[in-house]
């Protein structure tokens, strides 16, 4: 299962840091970028776990919400089930619905004094055969060769316009990205940043679908083959993947795979992306050595490699004493040279002078 984690800041009393933390996860298996992608239908369960501890009083503040409206009380209950349950041993507040529309669903702290609180949003988008919406093709195999990719909106009853959702962004219009009033969308001179989930949704989120842009894992920058650092800071290895499938990624020293021990070796998102950037705390010099990040999916792999240099945090002042000790002895011999020169002057006068 794989969660999704929103980040955001509360002056929040039990709290001394000054901000809260909330993970979002569910049971659908399709999480991407904030985001849910369920067939038309599904039963999705999600759960807002707190990261701070919360009061019986205090939980009574948390909601699922859509468009502002609590859908745990009242008649917009009919749309979804809450409730506090034990999710991944913690405490999480629970929704259970079907997702027979795209909506946007936050699960918020709703009390009074707290108005300026962040919102943690996820979005659903649906999809499959039953949907009332579809989405043609079905899906996309990406190939480097295409000069465009093409996908259709398509419906039996009058919505008006469409938006259209790469990878729940919205996508705006541009020389690469052109979208009609039909639901047409084309992308013209596509590369693999360009694949991942497309969602084509009704202006009023009435109704939408999605469809996969798939293609290998790709590494989009491998210019850097080298990188020096001082001894005892930390390094930063970024590993920028696109391809869709979500590409797995493994990071390699010097032919030997590294793991995740949260200590001076520890790995983050990369664009959205687990494990796509590498963090060495503490750097020494046995760090010194090559590191290689190998990205693949079900379509493909890509790799790049880096040499690291770790350099004592004098070894720039050493050129520069080098040249400073240069100048000072320069500078000695011009005065002893002057000195003399001046002296042997002071002699031929007298001379001159006693004749």
Not at 24 to 44: M, P, W
Not at 95 to 113: D, Q, T
Not at 246 to 257: L, M, S, V
Request: charged residues 20%; glycine residues 6%; neutral net charge.
């Amino acid at each position: 299962m794989q969660a999704i984690y929103l980040f955001f800041f509360f002056l929040f009393p039990s709290f001394s840091h000054g901000f809260a933390v909330f993970e979002i996860s569910g049971t659908v298996d399709v999480f991407k970028n904030n985001a849910v992608y369920a067939q038309y239908g599904q039963e999705v369960s999600l759960f807002c776990t707190p990261k701070i501890s919360l009061s019986s009083n205090e939980k009574r503040f948390v909601q699922w919400t859509i468009k502002g409206v609590n859908i745990c009380e009242g008649s917009q209950s009919m749309i979804g089930s809450c409730y506090w349950r034990k999710h991944d041993g913690v405490e999480s507040f629970a929704v259970k619905l079907k997702a027979e529309k795209p909506m946007k669903l936050s699960c918020i702290y709703n009390r009074m004094g707290h108005e300026d609180w962040d919102n943690a949003t996820i979005q659903i988008f649906t999809g499959g055969d039953s949907n009332p919406i579809r989405v043609f093709p079905r899906y996309v195999d990406f190939n480097e060769s295409d000069t465009t990719i093409e996908l259709a909106c398509s419906t039996n009853t009058s919505i008006g316009s469409f938006s259209w959702y790469h990878n729940n962004e919205l996508l705006r219009p541009s020389d690469k990205v052109l979208i009609f009033k039909n639901g047409t969308l084309i992308l013209s001179k596509p590369t693999s940043k360009e694949t991942g989930i497309y969602a084509c949704i009704a202006k009023n989120w009435s109704v939408g679908g999605f469809v996969e842009v798939r293609g290998k894992a790709t590494i989009s920058d491998k210019h850097q083959v080298s990188k020096n650092m001082l001894y005892g800071e930390t390094a930063e290895l970024s590993c920028p993947v696109y391809g869709y499938p979500i590409p797995n990624i493994i990071w390699k020293r010097e032919n030997e795979d590294l793991t995740n021990d949260s200590g001076r070796i520890h790995f983050e998102n990369c664009n959205g992306i687990a494990n796509g950037t590498l963090i060495i705390r503490e750097a020494t010099y046995d760090d010194r050595a090559s590191y290689t990040c190998i990205a693949s999916n079900e379509f493909g792999s890509d790799n790049f490699t880096v040499l690291i240099r770790v350099k004592d945090k004098l070894a720039a002042l050493w050129p520069f004493l080098g040249i400073v000790t240069e100048v000072v002895i320069l500078m000695i011999a011009i005065f002893i040279f002057e000195k003399r020169r001046t002296k042997h002057e002071e002699l031929e006068m007298k001379e001159t002078r006693e004749q």
